[in-house]
């Protein structure tokens, strides 16, 4: 008897670092669980490039119109979400405005390294690893951002 297997599959998601003031990064409060800040982001939609979806969801949790200016990494230790296995594409975008919170953002912030909230999933890591690529023009080496940190 053949069993039907499905595959499983790690859920697409994006993340994006936006550039509203030097030193500064956007985060959002997030409205559900897991509790917590975090950049703006969420889940790519079937048909949708990672580009698109991350305008998107930089809209959709901002008010504001991101152009992508770079790509930070991949992250994608299966831990990074409490829910189940993700991998997110993570940008650097610019934009220019006043920040409004929307659909799942409860809130909005701009923060500097040295006065980070409590992030959710392993956007503390993905923080970490942009401002330390702001100050030496590295981008984390693939892997870095596995279990080893």
């Known amino acids: 008897m053949a069993e039907d297997r499905q595959p499983r599959n790690p859920y697409p998601t994006v993340d994006v670092i936006v550039e509203l003031e030097p030193g500064r990064v956007l985060l959002v409060q997030r409205r559900?669980?897991?509790?917590?800040w975090a950049l703006p982001g969420g889940f790519v939609n079937y048909g949708e490039s990672v580009e698109t979806a991350a305008i998107r969801e930089a809209r959709e949790e901002t008010g504001l119109q991101v152009t992508l200016?770079?790509?930070?990494g991949v992250y994608s230790v299966p831990e990074r979400d409490p829910r189940f296995h993700t991998m997110s594409t993570v940008f650097v975008g610019r934009a220019e405005g006043i920040p409004v919170a929307g659909d799942d953002a409860a809130a909005t912030?701009?923060?500097?390294?040295?006065?980070?909230?409590e992030l959710a999933f392993?956007?503390?890591r993905i923080v970490a690893d942009y401002f330390e690529y702001r100050r030496t023009g590295r981008r984390p080496a693939p892997g870095s951002s596995g279990r080893e940190r």
Not at 32 to 36: L, M, Q, S, V, W
Not at 69 to 72: G, I, K, V, W
Not at 109 to 117: I, K, S, T, V, Y
């Open 32 to 36: 559900n669980p897991p509790p917590g």
């Open 109 to 117: 912030g701009l923060f500097g390294e040295a006065e980070l909230p």
């Open 122 to 124: 392993d956007h503390a």
């Open 69 to 72: 200016t770079e790509l930070l």
